[in-house]
């Protein structure tokens, strides 16, 4: 779909009239909703969309900066975390989310980040203190923060 930029595609050919949104947060599969598409749906349209789902995931290679598939994925996430103009971070109910709160520290300062946790996340509390210290942009759910970003 046009617009919509999944890992390992090349980033660097998207329309720079644009704004860019990277998809952040929960992934777990079996345990993160697919709140991605949703994403993809209501944003493309107006904005450029860094969706880190890739779609060939193999969950049985070595997560190992040897194995270049894996190298490629997270190198493409950082590249892309990096460009994007606004990164939605979003920590899903019953995921645990490792990589999406390291992001969350790493892009702390950036001034691009849009924050939603659900009241269940088991680090809720961590990141509402984040969201505090750093003043952080943070959203009760993620329909409210895709109504505003489309206005």
């Known amino acids: 779909m046009e617009n919509i930029y999944k890992s390992p595609e090349n980033i660097d050919n998207r329309d720079k009239t644009r704004k860019s949104i990277f998809l952040a947060g929960s992934i777990e599969m079996d345990k993160a909703v697919n709140?991605?598409?949703?994403?993809?749906?209501?944003?493309a349209e107006k904005?450029?969309?860094?969706?880190?789902?890739?779609e060939s995931w193999n969950n049985n290679w070595e997560q190992s900066i040897n194995n270049p598939q894996f190298k490629e994925q997270v190198s493409w996430e950082l590249e892309a975390l990096e460009k994007a103009d606004i990164i939605i971070m979003f920590f899903a109910a019953n995921t645990k989310s490792p990589i999406s709160l390291l992001e969350l520290g790493l892009f702390s300062n950036s001034g691009k980040?849009?924050?939603i946790v659900e009241n269940e996340f088991w680090r809720k509390g961590n990141v509402d203190i984040v969201c505090e210290r750093y003043n952080l942009e943070q959203y009760d759910n993620l329909d409210v923060l895709l109504e505003l970003l489309m206005k």
């Open 35 to 43: 709140w991605q598409k949703k994403c993809e749906e209501k944003l």
């Open 47 to 54: 904005y450029i969309v860094f969706n880190p789902r890739r």
């Open 113 to 115: 980040l849009k924050v």
